[in-house]
């Protein structure tokens, strides 16, 4: 079974500073794919950034960058410059093919962060 | 880019009646969507897979015939909680892949999530 950890329930941060939020996870596969969203307080979740596993080059979003390390089962996101509009719950997420056409999104428990003005 | 229409937003209901909540894609064709659950302040818990015309793959612990789900195209998906009770309030929220967009890494789109509450 997959898992994936998030340790940091909250995380406070002053505008324009930088956070990074920790997430690691487990499985024995080799093809995956890992995401983290973003959930504001609307509730609607959104796609921050994604990673392919097979991929070693680090993903970059504008001011979201990952730093995956495969060994390690680490992927972890920073938040740079943040903004106020960056406040939300994020969720780590892991995906893994359950068959050739049918993937499962597995998430953490989730991380608030609350930007400070 | 891809949308997910999810209504209600929210609903109130009386315990013992029944509520039909509904997912569409808007833009794309989704052979599969996604039903979760959501506690406040919680992960999202995958109950559900649905695949048009087929039936939906319940995972464990979820009672099938407490929560009917039918996906008769593919542009809709819909979660029925029968018999509701005020323990099946929570937030409810689908999510749906491309059907042209198959690569995993394309990620999910969501839906805006339906808040049910049970009195």
């Known amino acids: 079974a997959q898992t994936v950890t998030q340790s940091q329930p909250e995380m406070s941060v002053q505008e324009a500073e930088t956070v990074t939020l920790s997430c690691t996870y487990d499985?024995?596969?080799?093809?995956?794919?890992l995401f983290w969203y973003k959930q504001p307080p609307s509730r609607q979740m959104i796609l921050v950034i994604r990673q392919e596993a097979y991929k070693q080059q680090n993903a970059t979003e504008n001011r979201f960058s990952v730093n995956f390390q495969k060994a390690a089962k680490s992927f972890s996101l920073k938040i740079s410059d943040s903004q106020l509009g960056d406040t939300a719950m994020y969720f780590c997420?892991?995906?893994?093919?359950?068959?050739?056409?049918?993937?499962?999104?597995?998430f953490g428990a989730g991380t608030t962060v609350t930007v400070r003005a | 880019g891809a949308v997910v229409s999810q209504h209600p937003s929210w609903v109130i209901c009386k315990s013992g009646t029944s509520v039909k909540i509904e997912c569409r894609s808007l833009d794309f064709q989704a052979t599969t969507m996604f039903w979760y659950r959501q506690f406040p302040k919680q992960s999202l818990m995958l109950m559900a897979t649905?695949?048009?015309?087929?039936?939906?793959?319940?995972e464990q612990g979820v009672e099938k015939d407490k929560f009917l789900i039918n996906h008769a195209s593919l542009t809709l998906s819909t979660l029925t909680v029968t018999s509701a009770h005020p323990e099946d309030s929570s937030f409810y929220i689908c999510?749906?892949?491309?059907?042209?967009?198959?690569?995993?890494?394309?990620?999910?789109?969501f839906g805006s999530g339906t808040r049910l509450t049970v009195v």
């Open positions: 499985t024995s596969e080799n093809n995956y794919y």
């Open positions: 649905s695949n048009e015309g087929s039936k939906a793959t319940y």
């Open positions: 999510s749906a892949r491309d059907r042209l967009r198959q690569r995993a890494n394309y990620g999910y789109t």
């Open positions: 997420a892991f995906m893994t093919p359950r068959s050739s056409n049918d993937y499962k999104l597995s």
